[in-house]
């Protein structure tokens, strides 16, 4: 949270829209746990968590290297 202003002068854009990372990181957690649920009673926790932190670094990976506000939203 204290990053965001320092944020939005790197990406060269307004707070408001900076914020809506964390919107959408709130709703991406959400919907993994709703997800993430079923999956584990299907296919085991050890699957499940393996592919749950593969999407994570993955997408933390991505984030690290965006140089736009889109690409850091999508990520």
């Known amino acids: 949270m204290p990053a965001i202003p320092s944020m939005a002068i790197s990406f060269g854009t307004l707070i408001h829209h900076v914020e809506l990372s964390l919107?959408?990181?709130?709703?991406?957690f959400a919907i993994g746990q709703l997800i993430g649920g079923p999956l584990s009673d299907h296919f085991g926790r050890r699957l499940t968590v393996f592919v749950g932190l593969s999407i994570f670094a993955f997408g933390t990976l991505g984030i690290i290297f965006s140089s736009t506000l889109n690409g850091l939203l999508l990520f």
């Open 23 to 28: 919107s959408l990181f709130l709703a991406g």
